[in-house]
């Protein structure tokens, strides 16, 4: 069974940082690109980061680009969200997700293979 379980969310002031982590077990993601896509209440999913699988390539939104840093350990099936400089609007569920096509995870959101279930992140002013 496929899983990915992402931790580290929490409540954290307007400033401040955090780092989430999302653990896959299952299967091996070799050749998956990994992201991360968040949530808000009310709101359409939308995306946030993904990395290659060397680790070599990273892409972001541009609201969190240059605040928020995607990285991934191969060997621990991980990978990691450390968001700094937090802002109330980043306050969001945020899903770890896992996909081949570099496109569907930037783009079409809703046929992304793999999903976690969601860690909260909730950023007060």
């Known amino acids: 069974q496929v899983q990915l379980v992402e931790s580290g969310g929490g409540l954290v002031q307007a400033g401040g940082s955090l780092r989430l982590s999302c653990a896959a077990s299952?299967?091996?993601?070799?050749?998956?690109?990994m992201g991360w896509f968040r949530q808000a209440l009310g709101k359409e999913r939308e995306f946030v980061a993904a990395i290659s699988w060397s680790g070599y390539y990273t892409y972001y939104s541009d609201s969190v680009k240059d605040r928020f840093t995607i990285s991934r350990d191969n060997a621990k099936n991980t990978v990691y969200l450390q968001m700094n400089g937090l802002k109330p609007e980043d306050t969001a569920v945020y899903y770890c997700?896992?996909?081949?096509?570099?496109?569907?995870?930037?783009?079409?959101?809703?046929?992304?293979?793999?999903w976690g279930q969601g860690t909260q992140v909730t950023v007060s002013s």
């Open positions: 299952g299967r091996t993601f070799s050749g998956y690109y």
């Open positions: 997700a896992a996909d081949n096509a570099l496109a569907t995870m930037k783009d079409r959101w809703a046929a992304v293979g793999y």
